[in-house]
């Protein structure tokens, strides 16, 4: 394996500007940059392998970071994931994942556990704002509580909410079912508003009876009881809104399962998107989040602090509508 006198030997400079360039200090070391590419081929060419415990003790970073959501088989928490593990890659830090089950007491472990390793910093889709009170560098994704100091980068929950909910009702649609997560939660609540000022703004009154929070450790048990009382009864339901995409794919499959008659009579709209979502019936109109966007600037923010020691800019995307 090629050591770092061999890269400087190759390279035409010297070992102490190699060890600056591939700790990724060129920049700040005044290093041009020719010479970092310079450097940084040849470390590849030879198949350099850094001595990732003398680079941490030497840099006083574990060239660590945390990846902290509700659960990870999620599709959106997935594909965050990934994405967060290729950026953060790319600055050489490597990421650790866990899942909190939306449990607070578990997050709280996690997050204890992370500090005790050492890591340099988290990215978390938080249970409560209670996690994001931590001595290490933290940003927050997906959920914003309205007392939190941490940084964070969200989407624009109630406006994409509004705007699924009517296109419900511009389908022709006058009674809006309504199915979502416990609405303790920040991004929940400002969905559930969008779909109360959708139907205020189309003098459409809110029904509570047809507003039905599902159990996160009971998804598919609690759906199936949520349609069937949105279906049930002299008036039911010809649309629903679901509040993520998991809880729609619920709602797909419960319909064709015990409501065929159904299939093609209801019309379903889903905060987040699934590629199923192209072939499924009842049709799902879908809001997709921009998950590489998120994901890119989370590690961004979360590097800016662990390595100048400063907050960045927060960021709110816009989602993209898609009708089906």
């Not at 927050?140 to 406006?159: H, L, M, T, W």
């Not at 199923?276 to 979360?302: G, M, N, W």
């Amino acid at each position: 394996m090629a050591s770092l006198k061999t890269i400087a030997e190759q390279s035409g400079v010297s070992k102490t500007t190699v060890s600056f360039v591939l700790n990724g200090r060129g920049d700040e070391k005044n290093i041009s940059t020719e010479t970092q590419r310079r450097i940084q081929d040849t470390a590849k060419r030879l198949n350099y392998q850094p001595n990732q415990l003398a680079r941490s003790l030497s840099m006083g970073r574990s060239y660590t970071i945390g990846f902290v959501v509700p659960d990870i088989s999620n599709p959106f928490f997935g594909k965050i994931a990934r994405l967060v593990e290729q950026y953060a890659n790319e600055k050489a830090y490597s990421v650790m994942i866990a899942s909190t089950d939306e449990e607070p007491s578990r997050e709280k472990k996690i997050l204890e556990s992370f500090q005790n390793r050492q890591i340099d910093g988290v990215i978390i889709a938080p249970t409560s704002s209670q996690s994001l009170h931590t001595p290490i560098p933290l940003v927050s994704f997906d959920r914003v509580f309205a007392d939190q100091v941490a940084p964070y980068v969200d989407v624009n929950n109630k406006e994409t909410a509004t705007l699924l909910t009517q296109q419900l009702i511009d389908a022709g649609n006058k009674r809006i079912g309504l199915v979502s997560l416990t609405s303790h939660l920040p991004n929940i609540n400002q969905r559930i508003e969008g779909y109360k000022q959708a139907l205020s703004a189309n003098a459409m009154v809110l029904d509570q009876e047809l507003v039905k929070e599902i159990d996160f450790k009971n998804k598919k048990a609690d759906v199936k009881v949520a349609i069937e009382a949105l279906l049930g009864g002299s008036s039911p339901v010809t649309a629903v809104l679901f509040l993520n995409n998991v809880l729609a794919a619920e709602g797909v499959w419960v319909v064709n399962r015990y409501f065929p008659e159904s299939v093609n009579k209801l019309k379903f709209a889903s905060f987040d998107n699934l590629d199923v979502f192209d072939y499924a019936l009842p049709k799902v109109t879908s809001a997709l989040q921009p998950s590489k966007s998120i994901a890119k600037r989370c590690v961004e923010v979360l590097l800016q602090q662990i390595e100048d020691k400063s907050n960045a800019e927060d960021r709110c995307f816009s989602t993209k509508i898609i009708e089906r």
